[in-house]
């Protein structure tokens, strides 16, 4: 399993990103996918998840009406976009497929 994260950088408070991730080594198409965020002492956390065929999205609440996830089966790749972004989104963000994770992207937002 190879996850491979990208779409990080520096953005200002209310600005947009969008991250990817490109997976391989695995049936991408039969899998939840998920990204997850670890702040500067804080633990990873749920962010956001996708299933299979995208049918059913899950998000955490802080970041509900501001990040969309998204998948392209035919390029196994998952997507978050991110909008309006927030001083408190400043994190290193992972995509991850069942046990497996990525090495993540970072994602910081500051004036």
């Known amino acids: 399993v190879r996850l491979v994260e990208s779409g990080g950088g520096l953005v200002q408070p209310g600005g947009s990103l969008r991250l990817s991730c490109a997976a391989s080594g695995f049936s991408f198409s039969s899998r939840y996918m998920s990204w997850y965020r670890q702040a500067p002492g804080k633990e990873r956390e749920l962010v956001a998840g996708?299933?299979?065929?995208?049918?059913?999205?899950d998000y955490a609440d802080f970041v509900k009406g501001r990040f969309t996830i998204s998948r392209d089966n035919a390029k196994n790749t998952v997507y978050l976009q991110m909008n309006n972004l927030k001083v408190e989104d400043t994190a290193v963000y992972y995509c991850?497929?069942?046990?497996?994770w990525g090495e993540g992207t970072q994602v910081t937002v500051s004036s």
């Open positions: 991850k497929a069942a046990n497996s």
């Open positions: 996708i299933s299979n065929l995208g049918r059913r999205t």
